[in-house]
């Protein structure tokens, strides 16, 4: 049953990054883009107000970032427990 | 040469080189035509998924509608980008390790059930036709604006195109000439922008040029000289709100949701030849989409900054000449109420008339002739505009002829199909459907804009939370999800046509529930789904042990294969 353990690990781990990184996606669009845009707005970057800049420009940059650290991510995490694809892919 | 002449130029050479592409890329296989052989390269997926997704409404008429809209046009730039990130996480790669062509497939394998496969297929089907009618009519908008024929003819001349590589190349040829399609749209879209972008405020990059200072030497920033003059013609002011805030939330979760629930999009990522392969296609995917999502809000201040010192009080005799071109389009209309002879372009809080209609949809169109850019830029926008068009129309013609020869006849009614009549068949079902949609393009329903809300409440609301709980709880069984897709698509459904169609005279927030407009509705649906699923499981028998081994297989990455060689 050693593989069922690994197996049980690698996606416990899985979740824990879906949480931390979903969090942030949640925030930076819906917590500073919606729910707190006029609060934000109070700080001033250049000609944006905070909220607004996060509403329109900052929360896509953020999304771009989420996806590129989930992928490095979980290569490492699928290399860590031998998951990885590297005697399948590519035939 | 006149800007007729540019046109024709540059929407002369991109059809060649599409077709160009079709006849390189055939499908040979049932592999090629659905998920092109399963061996895409991950940046290449990423520009077809980019073009496949940014549609003639990302191209033509987002930032028009944000220029109207302001700070409430936020909802459409996170929503359609932060899909992505639900689509990366949580989809993607479980659907690119399960190995099937489809997401009909994929619903109907997880639960077992053919009432599965079948209320998926249906879905997928009425998703992707009311996307594409809109395609459509936006290649016969251009080509009648542009290059002066009917909109008939337009429609006709994309029809044609379209028909040629989708039903000769399949997935292969869509995803080759979809490249070539997003590279000449995202080159079309910034040329203007940072044209314009220097012009009014001496930055060459449109993003920060739209929190810069203008250049008329008053040191004032853009946006605030944007608030003005909306507060002055008493328009609200640009970087304000008026949607209540509950419901920008619920447009933006589902937008969000819809997009990843899209199959057009699902599909794509059927296509890369390992997981981790589909992992990061979708990160290209998005930095693809984020350069002209984070360029359009851009566009949408410029052109409205524009337009406002353009035309507010101007005298109607000495209207630019773009001015009297759109006139003649009826997508621009003066009513001179008054008798001064003047211009008042005023909002709801002025106490002079509003004599000037303006369609949403021009602002990018007519954004080159505004800012006087030269002939060729605006050849080359109405180019850009038809390959976001027929990119999409494309990738949605494909969902409905995999949906039809593959879901409904080799999944469904008759199995024992060969390759070779399925082939065929969704060939033909491919060229059954370019025909529909062009005839909705030429004769369109009344009732585009209200479907498209419909599109992606439904796909909120029936596939995402299906597909989510099938990797995510190795007990949610078929009762479950196959009552939570019903109740959530009944219950957006009801709403949207107790709305849009039955009572549109009571389509406001004093009678929404708790603030939610029919847009934003798909997310309560896509909770209603979740909710009923998982309760209606815990009373229901567990699912059968292969299923829950099959669940286990798609949670880990190794072993993936190539798309058309699995098979469970």
Known sequence: ?91 | MNVQAWTFIMVATSFAIYIGVALWARARSTGDFYVAGGSVHPVVNGMATAADWMSAASFISMAGLISFMGRDGSVYLMGWTGGYVLLALLLAPYLRKFGKYTVPDFVGDRYYSQIARMVAVVCAIFVSFTYVTGQMRGVGIVFSRFLDVEITTGVFIGMGIVFFYAVLGGMKGITYTQVAQYCLLIFAYLVPAIFISMIMTGHVIPQFGFGATVTDGSGQYLLERLDGLNHALGFSAYTDGSKAMQDVFFITAALMVGTAGLPHVIVRFYTVPKVAAARISAGWALLFIALLYTTAPSVAAFARTNLLNTVADAPYEQAPEWFRNWETTGLIRFDDRNGDGRIQYTGPASEVENELFIDRDIMVLANPEIARLPDWVIGLVAAGGLAAALSTAAGLLLVISTAIAHDLFKRGLSRNISERTELITARFAAGIAVCIAGYFGINPPGFVAQVVAFAFGLAAASFFPAIILGIFSRRMNKEGAVTGMIIGISFTAIYIIYFKFLHPELNNSEHWWWGISPEGIGTLGMLLNFCTAWLISRFTPRPPRSVVEMVDRIRVPSGAGKAHEISI
């Open chain 1, 1 to 91: 049953m050693a593989h069922r353990s690994k197996y049980k690990q690698y996606w416990r781990k899985n979740l824990q990054y879906l949480s931390i990184l979903l969090t942030i996606w949640f925030a930076v669009s819906y917590g500073f883009g919606i729910l707190l845009v006029d609060q934000l707005d109070q700080i001033r970057l250049g000609g944006f107000g905070l909220g607004f800049w996060f509403a329109q420009q900052g929360s896509i940059y953020i999304f771009v970032l989420i996806i590129f650290v989930y992928v490095w991510l979980m290569n490492r995490l699928d290399r860590k427990f031998g998951f990885d694809e590297k005697e399948h892919g590519d035939r």
